[in-house]
């Protein structure tokens, strides 16, 4: 039985480099997707903590100034 025209090695090469190229343009792709799921996520992070400061009813500035204060007190702690 005839198996039918076999590749040459020049063939195989192609299509290895065309496989490999349309993979690394996948993985792109998957890590530009990736990127943006972390940005939704910092979004949706930077919202609640908006609205917490929202209705704590403080200024930025001083959520920042308690903030500062906070971690003073944790780096002196650990010391």
């Excluded at 496989?19 to 939704?40: D, G």
């Amino acid at each position: 039985m005839a198996r039918g025209q076999r590749k040459s090695i020049e063939e195989k090469i192609t299509a290895k480099e065309e496989l490999i190229e349309a993979l690394m343009t996948r993985v792109e792709s998957e890590k530009r997707e990736l990127e943006e799921l972390y940005q939704e996520k910092r979004k949706k992070e930077l919202e609640a903590v908006s609205d917490i400061i929202d209705e704590s009813g403080l200024e930025p500035e001083e959520v920042v100034q308690v903030l500062q204060q906070y971690l003073e007190s944790r780096e002196e702690a650990a010391s």
